[in-house]
């Protein structure tokens, strides 16, 4: 039964035919442009699904041309040779030590060695032909010295296509290139027709952006360092201030419910603002000891972004998490989802990983991924390799092999979501980065798991023994001061 049939079924068993033609008369006006504020909805979108449907290509470039394989086999034209006339062809006898051709060169059609060739362009000395199988080839192709990057897919140099302060972009314009015949003929009838006004609204062909990014800017987000005397002049004791922790960080209890619950259940007269004020200053020394215990990482890994409000503004968490272990890999904190931001959270990801190591990177259709992926590709190692998970149905086999990973950063999402809500949002950048650094904190060394048989994700030998959670926070703290 067709959509249009059931909707008209649930209407007449909805309304009056008095109310019917109430509804028919009310859209023919808007079908007649005559009520400004309804309008029908738009479906540029369905009829046209590749316009303006950015995504970065898998592939990365080639540096230097593709060699292509000989096309002819100088050792089978030598026997034809010999069996059609009856005595083998005879290597070229130079004469002149000027037109012989150089030691090492070879024929790029047959591939037949330096003795079969011989130069045909005088003094020059640039063209070689070959006698075996009469082709002509250069020595030193031009265009060889000119591209910097080339198709993965077609071998065609990439020229220059724009120029920007952070990225340049490089693209293919090979009308014969096997990607830009693919994207172009899964386009439909519409798109087809559009494409002869607004071809530039449609990625069809292969395209690289080669990053400029400076060491300075790759820096992971961090907490503001505060005073390192002024962890140790609080007016309470430690035990005081990992109770703060412990409900604040550890439970997900706002700053204002953990100041009530320490001051009628405890009598410690803390206010909220005491408790935001201790979490900046305990933040820094966490977040060093975050990235010193972090250990070795898993082959797979799981990254997706949560957004989170900073005066009223969207700011993003970029997290990655081990597919085995469950910890946090890395978690920056940034107020877009550009590039930058992924290749950051990227990096801090693979940190600890062994340079031989491959890893896989499960994301979602955030083209910031795998752009930031070639990055780390070029500059860093161990090599990585991305996987799409798209939507929520698994319309490829790629998505369904890989949606448990998603998944997985999918619910760690939620459980930050969980730890932040009571925040309500954040009053400063800081204060969301100090939130965050401790509830890593938590999760990789305090929050036991039930996949993980209720252990935690980074076990540490001495917590062992402690049963209490500020005193666990107790320990964190003194041995965060040392790292």
Known sequence: ??????????????????????????????????????????????????????????????????????????RELLANYQRKKGHPLLPVN???LKTK????????????????????????????????????????PRYRNKAKYFCPHGGHSLYLWKERKEVSIYKCDNDRCPSFLKNKGKLNFAERLLTKVKSSQFKLRYQF??????????????????????????HNSLNTLCLVLTFHISLGISARKT???????????????????????????CHRFNLAYKGEVDPIQ???????????????????ISSSSRKITAYHIENSRETLPAVIAIKE????????????????????????IHFINQNYEPNLTHKKVLGLQNLDKESEEFRPFKELIERLNRTYKFHTRAAGGFNSANGAIALTTLFVTYYNFLRPHISLNYSVPVPLESLKGIDTLQGKWAKIIKLATLA
């Not at 990053?211 to 505060?226: D, G, I, M, N, V």
């Not at 320490?262 to 820094?284: C, G, I, K």
């Not at 799981?302 to 990655?320: C, L, M, Q, S, T």
């Open 1 to 74: 039964m067709k959509k249009t049939t059931r909707f008209v079924i649930w209407i007449c068993s909805k309304f009056t035919r008095s109310e019917i033609e109430q509804i028919m008369q009310g859209l023919l006006e808007v079908l007649a442009n005559r009520n400004p504020e309804v309008k029908p909805k738009d479906d540029f979108k369905e009829k046209h699904p590749a316009y303006r449907n950015f995504f970065v290509d898998s592939e990365p470039p080639l540096k230097v041309p593709p060699q292509e394989a000989p096309r002819l086999n100088w």
């Open 94 to 96: 130079s004469k002149d």
């Open 101 to 140: 051709a150089p030691k090492g060169s070879c024929c790029r059609v047959c591939g037949a060695p330096a003795e079969y060739l011989y130069f045909n362009d005088g003094k020059k000395r640039s063209q070689l032909k070959c006698k075996v199988c009469s082709s002509l080839s250069q020595i030193h």
């Open 209 to 234: 952006r080669e990053y400029h990014f400076t060491e300075e800017q790759l820096s992971h987000s961090a907490p503001e360092e505060k005073d390192a005397s002024d962890l140790f002049k609080i």
């Open 259 to 285: 100041a009530f619950i320490l001051r009628n259940v405890f009598s410690l007269p803390l206010s909220y603002q005491s408790v935001l004020n201790y979490t900046e200053m305990v933040a820094p020394y």
């Open 302 to 320: 799981a990254g997706d972004e949560a957004y989170i409000k900073v005066r009223g503004k969207n700011y993003y968490v970029f997290f990655f």
């Open 349 to 372: 990801a693979i940190r600890t990983a062994s340079p031989e190591q491959e890893i896989v990177l499960v994301t979602d259709g955030n083209p910031s991924y795998p752009a930031g």
